[in-house]
């Protein structure tokens, strides 16, 4: 369910603009607000955005300031739902010193040991957080936010834990209306192929839980749709020099991982932009 890099994180700087409401993350977009400046369209579709977060969940703040910063840029509501519901299985701060910022790097025996033995004792908490229990949790989140906020389309980011249920449910167009997959953990080709939304794909150099082969096979099994019925919108942008993970918690040391990071960013605006408004 999960890998070995979704437990690597640097924290980005600066403070989260956005409040806590009914224990999800919120950051309302100024074309929802009651201002009356020209920035506001009343002829746009009413949308929101969900941000599936990485294996570190909310305490990490770096899922709310990018929330905050696609909120902003897109124009719409940015939602993060707490699909672990309080039961986290590691932090950042634990995983930061054990695998790679950036690719040809590599992950030392000792360095996967030292996972194993900090993952064994939470076995509990992976069995807690397993795909049939984040993804129920996901789709409740989104139906209830579709419900109450009345939003006519509604489009999901996933980081690694994250980008693996962005998949999932992307199968669902009653739940999702487009997803950006950013290095998902582990999935199958035959999840990959029940996608049924436009999907934005946002892939690292060296990846461990989505292998080149895998992520070629997946670019081809969109391609195959070409001219058929089941056709649907697609982007699959690989990111030279960086290691899964890049896409939630760049190393800001490193400014070629800096200019991917914020590379996948914008392609995550822009796809929005172009799906859903």
């Known amino acids: 369910m999960s890998c070995e890099q979704c437990t ?25 607000t009651t201002n009356t400046s020209d ?27 990018i929330a905050d910063e696609i909120s902003n840029k897109v ?9 672990f519901e309080g039961k986290y ?29 900090l993952a064994l004792p939470r076995i509990h908490l992976f069995y807690a957080n397993r795909p049939s229990v984040v993804d129920a949790r996901a789709k409740s989140f989104i139906k209830k936010i579709r419900e109450t906020k009345k939003y006519e389309k509604v ?13 999932r449910i992307g199968s669902d167009p009653t739940v999702v209306d487009s997803i950006v997959i950013a290095h998902p953990g582990h999935i199958s080709d035959a999840q990959i192929k029940d996608i049924k939304v436009p999907a934005s ?6 990846d461990m839980s989505f292998k080149t082969p895998q992520r070629n096979n997946a670019e081809a099994i969109f391609a195959a749709r070409k001219d058929k019925p089941d056709y649907i919108d697609y982007e699959f942008k690989d990111y030279k020099g960086t290691f899964h993970g890049f896409a939630a918690r760049p190393n800001l040391g490193l400014p070629e991982i800096v200019e991917a990071y914020n590379g996948a960013l914008e392609q995550t605006v822009n796809w929005f932009k172009k799906t859903l408004l």
């Not at 690597?8 to 929802?32: C, I, K, N, R, W």
């Not at 124009?75 to 699909?83: A, E, K, L, S």
């Not at 489009?155 to 998949?167: E, L, N, Q």
Request: a negative charge; hydrophobic letters at 40%.
């Open 75 to 83: 124009g719409c509501d940015v939602w993060i739902p707490d699909v």
């Open 39 to 65: 920035d506001t369209d009343s002829s746009k579709p009413k949308v929101a955005i969900v941000l599936l977060t990485d294996i570190f969940g909310l305490p990490l703040k770096n899922s709310k300031l």
């Open 8 to 32: 690597q994180g640097f924290v980005l700087p600066g403070e989260p603009e956005g409040s806590m409401v009914d224990g999800a993350y919120f950051h309302e977009g100024p074309s929802t």
């Open 155 to 167: 489009g999901a980011v996933g980081y690694c834990f994250g980008g693996a249920i962005a998949v």
């Open 201 to 206: 794909w946002e892939c690292a150099e060296e």
């Open 89 to 117: 299985i590691v932090k950042a701060e634990e995983m930061e010193p054990l695998f790679p910022d950036r690719a040809g790097v590599g992950i030392s025996f000792l360095s996967y040991l030292r996972f194993a033995l």
